[in-house]
Every structure is written in C-alpha cells, then in structure tokens.
C-alpha cells in the first residue's frame, strides 16, 4: 500500500508533535493534583490558569467562562441537559435544526422523554438553516436554541450572529456546537451572540477525551458532574491537567496562523473541488459552496454506492467518509443528506474528504485521480447506471 493520504479530519486530527510535547511533563514530572495545597502540584493549578485564559482570548472571553469538559459530547450534553433543568419552570420548549451531530439530537431525543418539548428547524438544499423558520417556531415557554455553527458533514457554516440576535431579543439563552468550527475559522462570542459554546480537542490538532464549554457570565445553567469543587463547582473531578495543556497548545497553534491555514486549506479544497467536478459526470457537491469549512468538500456520486467506494479508497490508502463516523456503521443515509433534500440513493453514494493543514498539493491531486479511477469502475458494475446510459443513448 502506498503512504497513506488521511482525508477524514473532520472524524478526529492528528495530535500535533508540539502538542504531545507540552502534554509529557504533565504525565510523569508535574502529576499532582491540582486541587492539593503543597508547591509541587499548585504549579499545575497555575496550568489550568493559564490554559483557560489561552482558550478563551481565542474567542474574545474571560478565562472564568471556560470550563473543561471530556470533549464535544460531554460540552453538548451540559449545555442542553443542564439548561433544560434549571429553566424547566420558565419554560419546556428547545429549539434546534434538523442537521445537528447527535451528541445535540439524541440529548433532544433524551429531554423529550423527560417532557420538553424540542423543534427541529429544516435547512435549505445547501444546508442552511431557514431563518424564518426559526423565528415562527419561538414560544412563550422557548428556554433555548441550540444552533451548530458548522456542520461535520457537509460544511456549511450557519448564520450564527443572526441565529444569536433572534434569540437574544426574544431574551432566549443561544448555544452553539463549534467543534468543527472553533480554531478552524474565527470566532468571536460577543460578536456572535453566543451564550453557551462547545468546541473539542481532537478535532484541531489536540488530544482525545478533552474539550470545552464556554458559558457567558450570567447565564444560569446548573453543575454537570457533582462531586468536587473543580470548575467553578459546575464540573467535579481532578483536572486532566495534560489534556488541558495539551488543547490549550493546540488552540494557541491555530490561532497564530488560523488565517494563513484558512487561504492554504482553501486553496487545496478548491481544487479538489474543481477537478472532481469537471472530472466526473453525475456528482453533486454538498454543502454551501461559499459559507463552507475551508477543509470540508462532500460529493454524491450518482449511481455510486458509498461503502464500496470508501473501500476502493482504502486500497489506495485513502481515509474518506461515507457520513458521519457515528453514521457510518448503520445502513440510513445520513440525517443531514436527507435533510438537505437528497433522495435515499443519491444520499447513499455520497463521500466527505476533509483536509488538514499538513494536506498536500500532491496528496489532494492523488485523490482526484483515484476517484476519476474507482467511481466509473463502480457505476459499470451499476445495473442502474447501464439503464440509464441506455435511456441516455436511445
Ligand atoms: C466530533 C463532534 C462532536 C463530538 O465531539 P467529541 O469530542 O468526539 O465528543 C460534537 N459535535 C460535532 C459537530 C462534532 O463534529
């Protein structure tokens, strides 16, 4: 197999050297609990600190308003879960789009059975969220809107600031899922509006397992995980100090250069565009084709089945996705293809390539040429091409 082209950064990224660097001594010099009292392990406590006034100079907040969580998961379930319970006298409505991650959607699916009662605004056919929509969908008894601000699947980046203001003068607490979004494109929450923000680690060049929640001072949401008085009492348990300092690296990495990578990653996404348009009849690109992640592209391939093609690529040692990770797995079309309009067998066929900001020219140009290989190999092995290529010819 030749040297592997990692095309499936919007699944998990690569930790960066720098990362894992400033992680170690945190392992086995500097273990102590942040919590004890003695010099050696208040140093660590300094870490925390320092960590959190690093991430949150990243989005124009102060270092109180970040609180570490185990990722993106854990971010989304605080935000919902914790909301709805302390404003369930207030009110029991959730408002929400229909293309979330289902880190947001299955928490919905969970608040539901506990009574609330959640809305689910459709998107246009490039993913955006319908902003009339939303504002016929706000109620007396509307405690919440959770709006991703970008999508994992298909890119598309959402009027945030507008989502943000609707909520606000209608004095409605706004959420927004950044884990694809923050330290991959500019992000302000006083200039977005943005009450409650969830972001992770793995997804821009930290580790695993670690992720935030910035909550606006102010905001009343009420503690996740009871035990001790970590995080400002909402979120008990010894500090993955590491992985703190690790994510904090990782986030002050991007923003140094965040407009450098957005132009270089841009620029390849482009191009992986252009060819695989021009190159190959019958493909759809997904996803809005300006408000997009300058490392996402999502084709459909007609006629064009996704997991043989995911395999094909494999072979040539290319990691793509047929959905989201979690999708991938189960035989539904992707929640957000169908939501953007796409029929079942289009939505089969569909392929997410996602960049990083080590991808190559050449890497991006040997995965235009595998597809202009595999998709024609695979549409004639396609009953369903040969009689449309009939009809075409008759
Ligand atoms: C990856 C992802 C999550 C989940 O983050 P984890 O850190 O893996 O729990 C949530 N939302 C979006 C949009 C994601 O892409």
Known sequence: MSKLIYMDNAATTRTAPEVVEAMLPYFTESYGNPSSLYGFASQNK?????????????????????????????????ALKATAELLKDKGRHIITSAIEHHAILHTC??????????TYIGVDENGKVKLDELKAAIREDTILISVMFANNEI?????????????????????????????HIPINVDEYNIDMMSASGH???GPKGIGFLYIRTGVKIGSFVHGGA??????????????????????????????????????????????????IPYTRLNGDRNDRLPNNTNFSFRFVEG??????????????????????????????????????????????????????????????????EIIPQLRAMSPLYEDFVRKQTK
């Open 46 to 78: 300094d870490a925390i600190t320092q960590a959190r006034e690093t991430i949150a100079k990243t989005i124009g907040a102060k270092g109180k308003e970040i609180y570490f969580t185990a990722g993106g998961s854990e971010s989304d379930n605080w």
């Open 109 to 118: 699916d969970y608040l539901e059975k506990q009574g609330f009662e959640i």
């Open 155 to 183: 890119g598309t980046i959402q009027p945030i600031k507008e989502i943000g203001e609707i909520a606000h003068e209608h004095g409605i607490y706004f959420h927004t899922d950044a884990v694809q979004a923050y330290a």
């Open 203 to 205: 997804k821009f060049y």
């Open 230 to 279: 970590q995080e400002r009492k909402r979120r008990a348990g010894t500090e993955n100090v590491p992985g703190i300092v690790g994510m904090a690296k990782a986030a002050e990495m991007a923003h140094e250069k965040l407009q450098e990578t957005i132009d270089y990653e841009i620029k390849l996404r482009d191009h992986l565009i252009d060819r695989v348009m021009d190159e």
């Open 307 to 372: 997991e043989s093609m995911l395999i094909m690529l494999d072979m040539k040692g290319i990691c793509g996705s047929s959905g989201s990770a979690c999708a991938s797995g189960s035989l539904d079309p992707s929640h957000v293809l169908l939501a953007i309009g796409l029929p079942h067998e289009i939505a089969h066929g569909s392929l997410r390539l996602t960049l990083s900001d080590q991808t190559t020219m050449e890497e991006i140009d040997a995965t235009a040429d595998a597809l202009g």
